[in-house]
C-alpha cells in the first residue's frame, strides 16, 4: 500500500507561483515512479508531468512546459511541483499519483498509476 497526501494548493492571481508537495508513505519512495495529474470541473483528470525514481528523468504535458517543474527528495519521501506563470486555465485539482515496480515504461494516462492522492485545489484568478 501506499498513501499520498497533497498539499499546498490555494488561490492565486494569474503570473504568479505555487508549490505542491505530495508527501508519500508505506513504501520505499524511491522505488515508485510519480506523476501529478489535474482535473478541472466537467473535464477528465489529464496528464501534468511525471518523474523517475532518481529524478534524472522528468516529461511535462505540453500546457505547463517551461512553467512547471516537477521534483522529488527521496530522502523527504516527497514530490513536488513548482508551479510558475499561472494561468486561469491551470485552476483544477491537482492529484499526486505512484507507479508500482516493475515499471512499464508509461505515464501519461490515469491506468498507469497505481496509487492517488486525495487532490489539493487550485485556483488562478485572472
Known amino acids: 500500500q501506499v498513501q499520498l497526501v497533497e498539499s499546498g494548493g490555494g488561490l492565486v492571481q494569474a503570473g504568479g507561483s505555487l508549490r505542491l508537495s505530495c508527501a508519500a508513505s508505506?513504501?520505499?519512495?524511491?522505488?515508485?515512479?510519480m506523476g501529478w495529474f489535474r482535473q478541472a470541473p466537467g473535464k477528465e483528470r489529464e496528464f501534468v508531468a511525471a518523474?523517475?525514481?532518481?529524478?534524472?528523468?522528468?516529461v511535462y504535458a505540453d500546457a505547463v512546459k517551461g512553467r512547471f517543474t516537477i521534483s522529488r527528495d527521496n530522502a523527504k519521501n516527497t514530490m513536488y511541483l513548482q508551479m510558475s506563470s499561472l494561468k486561469p486555465e491551470d485552476t483544477a485539482v491537482y492529484y499526486c499519483?505512484?507507479?508500482?515496480?516493475?515499471?512499464?515504461?508509461?505515464?501519461?494516462?490515469?491506468?498507469?498509476?497505481?496509487?492517488w492522492g486525495q487532490g489539493t485545489q487550485v485556483t488562478v484568478s485572472s
Open positions: 508505506g513504501r520505499i519512495f524511491s522505488s515508485l515512479v
Open positions: 518523474i523517475s525514481r532518481d529524478g534524472s528523468y522528468t
Open positions: 499519483a505512484a507507479v508500482l515496480p516493475p515499471y512499464s515504461g508509461r505515464y501519461f494516462n490515469t491506468t498507469d498509476y497505481d496509487y
